[in-house]
């Protein structure tokens, strides 16, 4: 099947910095790709959906402006949290599917956000 | 609103079967998917639903009946491994995925 890849698997930052997590399709091109958010023990939550070469669609009651996407190519996504405060601290996973096989969606491994 | 309703926990014997429900009401509807979720790594995919009917692929079965807004997923034989959440999504008209709250599997020797 084809891959995603998502970097970094984890990371520890300070409050107030910001973070990159890159999101990746390997073996595909995904015009649209989509970022979630789960807290523990709770459902994914979908925070945008990233189209190549224009803007993200957020969800209501995400924050564009501190949850920065960039989709430059069709197989880069990026997720940039900005100013990260310590409620920030989730695990992070983009998606993206194939157009060619529109049976399912791939999921990157995820990214486990820690603010201190 | 959209809405999908799953067991939040289930606990079952190794080596029996298991059926875990999933109900759903969404604007349109363009296929129901179950996934595998272990703590703390991102979900993997184990099937997909568009039409009613049992879907088997090895241990794992799904079932759709679209009338009554309705899937099953059927563990045989159940393992250690298969402890696990599961989750349900569906996709709505827009092509995007709805998703279940998820339903955390207990597997007991």
């Known amino acids: 099947g084809a891959v995603v890849s998502q970097h970094p698997s984890r990371v520890i930052c300070k409050s107030g910095t910001s973070v990159k997590i890159e999101c990746r399709s390997l073996?595909?091109?995904?015009?649209?790709m989509f970022w979630y958010r789960q807290f523990p023990k709770q459902s994914l939550m979908l925070m945008a959906t990233?189209?190549?070469?224009?803007?993200?669609?957020?969800e209501q009651g995400v924050e564009k402006d501190k949850f920065l996407i960039n989709h430059a190519s069709l197989t880069l996504s990026t997720l940039t949290v900005t100013s990260a405060h310590p409620e920030d601290s989730s695990f992070y996973i983009c998606?993206?599917?194939?157009?060619?096989?529109?049976?399912?969606?791939?999921f990157g491994q995820g990214t486990r956000l820690t603010v201190v | 609103g959209q809405n999908i309703d799953q067991p939040t926990e289930m606990t079952a014997t190794e080596g029996a079967i298991v059926q875990i429900n999933c109900t759903y009401q969404?604007?349109?509807?363009?296929?129901l998917f179950w996934y595998q979720q272990h703590a703390g790594e991102a979900p993997t995919f184990l099937s997909y639903?568009?039409l009613d009917g049992l879907e088997e692929k090895g241990r794992f079965s799904s079932f759709l009946s679209r009338s009554k807004g309705y899937s099953y997923l059927l563990l045989k034989e159940l393992q250690m491994k298969d402890s696990a959440s599961y989750l349900c999504?569906?996709?709505?008209?827009?092509?995007?995925?709805?998703w279940g709250a998820g339903t955390k599997l207990i597997i007991k020797p």
């Open positions: 639903n568009v």
């Open positions: 969404t604007s349109g509807f363009n296929g």
């Open positions: 998606s993206a599917r194939d157009p060619e096989v529109n049976t399912e969606a791939f």
């Open positions: 990233s189209n190549e070469g224009s803007k993200a669609t957020y």
């Open positions: 999504a569906v996709m709505d008209s827009n092509y995007q995925l709805i």
């Open positions: 073996d595909f091109q995904a015009t649209t």
